[in-house]
């Protein structure tokens, strides 16, 4: 039986934080797409729209995830309210 593709969801794309760092930093994918961060570090994190555009995690320990699902086109930056200095982008087509 074939799918539509249309109504299949999409993959969910992952965003490893190791390092103090977002990886991948730039990040492209289609509208309706799942976008999971994990902390592979020792420290805890926490993942932050720049804008507001998206609900801020909370502090993830080491293995913890957070999640979020981007329906709308648009380029929504993020950063680590602990360290600001990690950035990342999340463009979606």
């Known amino acids: ?9 999409a993959k969910p794309a992952s965003v490893d934080i190791r390092n103090f ?3 991948p ?5 289609h509208a309706g ?3 999971v961060w994990t902390n592979r570090d020792e ?10 555009q998206f609900a801020s995690s909370h502090a ?11 329906d709308r086109p ?7 309210a602990i360290h600001p200095m990690m950035v990342g982008t999340i463009i979606v087509q």
């Not at 420290?43 to 507001?52: R, W, Y």
């Open 33 to 35: 797409t799942r976008v």
């Open 43 to 52: 420290e805890p994190h926490v993942v932050v729209s720049a804008g507001k």
């Open 74 to 80: 648009g380029t929504y930056t993020y950063y680590c």
């Open 1 to 9: 039986m074939a799918t539509d593709a249309a109504t299949t969801p």
């Open 25 to 29: 930093k730039a990040l492209t994918i």
């Open 60 to 70: 993830l320990d080491t293995s913890d995830s957070y999640a979020v699902t981007f």
């Open 21 to 23: 760092a977002f990886t």
